[in-house]
């Protein structure tokens, strides 16, 4: 720190290294309150007077990685932050057949879902999103026939691994399962349908 100089010796400012304020980096020092100019580093051995100065800083910027899992951003992404604002992370995140249930700070995905960036926080920052596959709801219509549900087998990952067959009375040959009463497309076990 210097807190006085001689004339015909001057004195050297602090340096950023000789100073920290958490969340800024140090710009310089400055002759005025209004921090306009240049900035002063030193003063001369033969300047006179007394001396103030202001230090200015700036505010850091951090880095945001988010990491999606397979899914999209639609909207709000965030790549960065500034100290003393902060910033949100996006809740408009989307992946087909998938629920969002929350961005997290370790990719075990454990603990509680992070939702926004303090403006006292500082440090580059990764989050993880963390997806919960959707149930779907299958029934079988058996169309005037009638169905054992529980016919219908799943595998590990929860795909239909087969379809009941019903019957019916009478003279009816069973023909397949549709997505509509009046015919639509008829499911098979490796087709993908959409709810």
């Known amino acids: ?16 290294d000789d100073m920290t304020y958490t ?11 209004g921090l306009t100019g240049f900035p002063v580093t ?3 051995d033969t300047e006179t007077g007394n001396k103030e100065y202001w230090a200015k800083w700036e505010a850091n910027v951090y880095t945001v990685t ?8 639609n909207s709000g992404n965030v790549t960065e932050y500034t ?6 992370l996006p809740t408009d ?12 700070d370790n990719e075990s995905l454990t603990g509680n879902p992070v939702t926004a960036i303090g403006g006292a926080e500082t440090g580059n920052k990764e989050y993880w999103a963390k997806w919960e596959a959707n149930t779907y709801t299958v029934t079988f219509d058996p169309n005037g026939g009638s169905v054992n ?3 219908a087998t799943t595998d590990s990952s929860g795909k ?13 040959r069973f023909d397949g399962w549709y997505t509509a009463q009046t015919g639509g497309i008829k499911v098979t076990l490796n087709q993908v349908y959409t709810a």
């Open 42 to 44: 030193a003063i001369s």
């Open 66 to 73: 988010l990491n999606t899992n397979g899914g999209t951003i």
């Open 93 to 104: 995140v989307t992946r087909t057949g998938y629920t969002f249930k929350g961005w997290y």
């Open 23 to 33: 969340g800024y980096t140090f710009k310089g020092w400055y002759d005025n309150e």
């Open 149 to 151: 549900p529980v016919a």
């Open 160 to 172: 239909l691994s087969s379809l009941p067959t019903p019957t019916h009375g009478g003279n009816y």
């Open 1 to 16: 720190n210097v807190t006085g100089y001689t004339y015909g010796v001057g004195a050297t400012l602090p340096t950023a």
């Open 83 to 88: 100290y003393g604002v902060g910033a949100t």
